[in-house]
T-cell receptor
């Protein structure tokens, strides 16, 4: 497989469940990201990992817990979510972290995991 | 503060019409990059183009063209002779430290 792969594509969970979203990239990139896309809202950056280290946590509630065991895999562990957490969760990767002027990294996105919290 | 604005929320056109999407990036930075991404109904954002603030030459790629004007901080994107497959949400994104995206413009092309 090439590009960025996200699983599952669709997930329905209750507020007391624990589930995880998985992201995998086969591009040799060093940085990975989680974005949240809610209806009628701009894309919201949640977390940034660079070489498996978290470099950005955008004031995300602790019920979202990221994990990056290596530069190719990124997880988002979910527990005791709220209905307002229902959204499309997008994973992305880039050669380096950020889109700074020195690199102007292009983000490669996965197709997203559509989460519904009942 | 840096701010990216896509004033158009939705645009609906009939096939073969041209569509122009506006993006304005307010920043005090003198050097920066701007990006356009496309998000079709499948959900996956796809990179279209990036331009740096030094390069104001228009660029054309097939039916797509871009017009960057630093003086007005605008980076507009035109789809010529639109097709149904162009129906998507289009995002403008600066390379700021927040890795932010504009709110997006939904383009619907009707057959």
């Amino acid at each position: 497989e090439t590009g960025v792969t996200q699983t599952p594509r669709h997930l329905v969970m209750g507020m007391t469940n624990k589930k995880s979203l998985k992201c995998e990239q086969h591009l040799g990139h060093n940085a990975m990201y989680w974005y949240k896309q809610s209806a009628k809202k701009p894309l919201e950056l949640m977390f940034v990992y660079s070489l498996e280290e978290r470099v950005e946590n955008n004031s995300v509630p602790s019920r979202f817990s990221p994990e990056c065991p290596n530069s190719s895999h990124l997880f988002l562990h979910l527990h005791t979510l709220q209905p307002e957490d229902s959204a499309l969760y997008l994973c992305a990767s880039s050669p380096q972290a950020g889109q700074g002027i020195s690199g102007a990294n292009v983000l490669t996105f996965g197709a997203g995991s559509r989460l519904t919290v009942l | 503060a840096q701010k990216v604005t896509q004033a158009q929320t939705e645009i609906s056109v009939v096939e073969k019409e041209d569509v122009t999407l506006d993006c304005v990036y307010e920043t005090r930075d003198t050097t920066y990059y701007l990006f356009w991404y496309k998000q079709p109904p499948s959900g996956e954002l796809v990179f279209l183009i990036r331009r740096n603030s030094f390069d104001e030459q228009n660029e054309i790629s097939g039916r797509y063209s871009w017009n960057f004007q630093k003086s007005t901080s605008s980076f507009n994107f035109t789809i010529t002779a639109s097709q149904v497959v162009d129906s998507a949400v289009y995002f403008c994104a600066p390379n700021d430290y927040k890795l932010s995206f504009g709110a997006g413009t939904t383009v619907t092309v009707r057959a």
